[in-house]
């Protein structure tokens, strides 16, 4: 696999057959290789992968999506990464479509794709970073009231998707340019599952690097593959996820009260979402029928 341009890491984790429909729809014109960082896969879905160009590695465990990503791109030399889920089918061309776009924006660290779910809905994968106000707008509103106004500046959805610079980009499909990824260090690896991406994207543009949302590059993801096994546990762990990543913006002692009021209010939120289901699901994405059409 000498000479890739590009590698593409795919963090696994008994990921079925999801992971063929990545590795079929999977087309570029760049020389490339594919990496599948497992994270202990019981499934066999990743050996069985493997082929010409795609190489398995076993990271030892279920180390998180982050860690392993990090494992998945280390040594690489290429111009660039890309990180993302093995339940994601690509539509033709939309992975030239990002390196296109990566030449139009220098400055770019970080590109991503629209996603579009399995019905047909325009996933918000392009975000404002959440602030106090913002954040607190969107949990309290957004799964009863998807319209209101925290969540429609805190997603950024109105309208039609237009390519340019946003705050942060769904870790599901980013195309990294490896030399912003290694200047900050790759993905945190104190975050197992959720906000690393966030978290990434902010450490990028502190480094002087854009998050750039490139919509004519489209993806379709299934979602919730691995996480809906242990639904549980990562509804704790996704709402963890969010105080590590918030308190850290309100960090020493002026901020105590900020971050106690936030320990409580995200215990009430988790306690409530694992009653509640919509809450856990936030507020529903656009329909995407009359914003993105099929490439011809």
Do not use: K
């Amino acid at each position: 696999m000498s000479g890739a341009v590009l590698r593409v890491v795919v963090v696994t984790y008994s990921p079925g057959e999801s992971l063929a429909a990545f590795l079929d729809s999977l087309d570029t014109a760049v020389p490339h290789e594919v990496v599948l960082a497992d994270n202990g896969s019981t499934d066999g879905a990743p050996a069985a992968a493997v082929r010409d160009g795609v190489r398995l590695l076993e990271t030892g465990g279920n180390l998180g999506y982050g860690r392993a990503a990090n494992l998945g791109a280390s040594g690489f030399q290429g111009d660039w990464l890309v990180v993302a889920n093995p339940d994601v089918t690509w539509s033709p061309g939309a992975l030239d479509d990002l390196l296109a776009a990566a030449t139009r924006w220098p400055h770019a660290g970080c590109l991503g794709p629209a996603i579009r779910t399995t019905d047909g809905q325009l996933y918000p994968s392009a975000r404002a970073f959440p602030s106090l106000g913002r954040g607190t707008g969107h949990a309290v509103f957004g799964w009863w009231w998807p319209g209101n106004p925290w969540t429609r500046a805190y997603r950024a959805e109105a309208g039609s998707p237009v390519e340019g610079t946003t705050g942060w980009l769904s870790g599901s499909c980013m195309l990294l340019r490896r030399e912003a990824f290694e200047a900050v260090g790759g993905f945190d690896p104190s975050y197992f599952m959720y906000c690393e991406d966030m978290d990434l994207c902010r450490r990028l543009g502190e480094a002087g690097w854009s998050s750039v949302y490139v919509p004519s590059a489209v993806i379709t993801h299934e979602g919730g593959h691995a996480t809906s096994r242990s639904a549980g546990p990562m509804l704790r762990e996704h709402h963890r996820a969010l105080y590590r990543y918030l308190s850290r913006q309100y960090a020493g002692p002026a901020h105590a009260p900020v971050r106690a009021v936030l320990a409580v209010g995200l215990l009430l939120r988790y306690l409530l979402a694992a009653r509640v289901r919509s809450v856990g699901e936030g507020a529903a994405p656009t329909r995407s029928a009359d914003l993105l059409e099929e490439r011809s």
